[in-house]
Every structure is written in C-alpha cells, then in structure tokens.
C-alpha cells in the first residue's frame, strides 16, 4: 500500500536558521505530493504541491522538489520565523479516473517550533 | 466563501452514547471526506463521497462508525455507541473535480470519558 515517512521531531530552531523536513513515500501509482500545514486549533492547509517528477512546489519561502528517483519530496526554508511553528505533514494522492486529490495518505507529521 | 464547517467544534460525552458530528463542505465541490487524526494513528481516511454517494469506506474502523450524505450541502458521521477510543479529532475536507486540493474544516475535537 502506499505510505509516507517523515522525519521524527519535534524540530526547534532559532528564527532565521534554516529548516529541512524530510519526506520519503512508496507508492502503487504515480503520485501526486503535497506538504500541508497545521497551526494550534486549526484544520489543515495546504502548502504547496507537485504533480510530477522534478516538479518544485513553493509557497511562503518554502519548496520542495518532487525527486523520483529518490522518492522524496523534502520541505525546506531558508529562514523561518517565529509564526512559522505549527505541525507540518507530507502526503501523496493517487488520483484514478475521476477521483479527486482529496484522497491522500499522511505522513505522522512533523512539529516545528521556532523560537525568537 | 466560509470553507468547510463543522460543528461542533468540542464534544465530551460518555461511553455507549450516541454521537454525530456535522459537515458542510464548500458550495459546488464534489468530493467529501472524512479523516480522523490521533496521536497514535496520525491522519487517517475513513471515508469519502463522490457526488452524495460513498465511494470508498474502507477507513471506517468498525459498524459502530456510519457516515451520510443526504444532500450535496451536508453530511454527518455518527458513532453509536462511542467508545474512549474513539476519542480523536475529526476532519471533514471537500474537493472540487480535477487536480486540485482538498479543503479542510477546523475538525470537530471528540472526547469519550
């Protein structure tokens, strides 16, 4: 079945260091990858995404490439801020026919706290 | 638009009692799941709707658990009867057809005692 590992945390930084989450997936299909963010109290949102391979996502100054080869969609910012602590969580979809991206499989997630 | 809600936000109940949690997805989106998130499971999926219609229930843990969707505005989960280990934070998140993403709700915190 298809499955998603991320790092184990929690991860704290000082702002302004650089993070990395790490991301790995197997998968039947040919995947599509998101990373999706939780603050205190909230649903998710989503981050960013890719659909295919070399793909890089990005949003918020964060990225993430879309490596086939190494089935991995690593997380990263070259800067964090203090209102970037929250739970981050990498999935995939394996969309067929008619399904939508809604379908996804979670990694356990990751907390990042950024400290000032 | 308000996004996907749910209601309520908090319950608390007692064992063997009946619950129902609400969901009212995004105006127009055809697809409707339900995920539960704890801490040893992390995110799971435990049912999703195409169109009103429940397309893959897989997820659902046992026949205590049963989800609907009567019409295309709203849909329920219902645990009768709850159970401490039900005790979890549930999600309801829409979707629209095509390459997309999925919409999350605030989720509904349930705590059986």
């Known amino acids: 079945g298809d499955s998603v590992t991320q790092m184990e945390g929690p991860v704290t930084l000082s702002e302004e260091a650089f993070l990395t989450i790490n991301c790995t997936y197997t998968?039947?299909?040919?995947?599509?990858l998101f990373w999706y963010v939780q603050y205190p109290g909230e649903g998710l949102q989503l981050l960013l995404k890719?659909?295919?391979?070399?793909d890089k996502g990005s949003n918020k100054g964060f990225e993430a490439t879309y490596r086939k080869e190494t089935t991995s969609f690593h997380l990263e910012k070259g800067s964090v801020q203090v209102s970037d602590s929250a739970v981050y969580f990498c999935a995939l979809s394996v969309p067929a026919g008619g399904t939508s991206y809604g379908k996804l499989t979670f990694g356990q997630g990751t907390i990042l706290t950024v400290h000032p | 638009d308000a996004g996907v809600i749910q209601s309520p936000r908090h319950e608390v109940t007692e064992m063997g009692q009946e619950v129902t949690l609400r969901c009212k997805p995004i105006?127009?989106?055809?697809?409707l799941f339900w995920y539960r998130q704890t801490m040893m499971r992390g995110l799971e999926l435990l049912i999703y709707?195409?169109?009103?219609?429940?397309?893959?229930d897989s997820g659902m843990p046992e026949d205590r658990f049963s989800a609907k969707m009567p019409n295309a505005s709203f849909s329920t989960l219902k645990i009768q009867p709850s159970e401490p280990r039900d005790s979890a934070v549930y999600f309801c998140?829409?979707?629209?057809?095509?390459?997309?993403?999925?919409?999350f709700g605030q989720g509904t915190r349930l705590t059986v005692v």
């Open positions: 998968a039947t299909g040919y995947p599509s």
């Open positions: 709707f195409n169109n009103n219609v429940p397309i893959d």
């Open positions: 998140a829409s979707s629209p057809r095509g390459n997309t993403e999925a919409f």
């Open positions: 105006s127009g989106h055809d697809y």
């Open positions: 890719a659909t295919k391979a070399d």
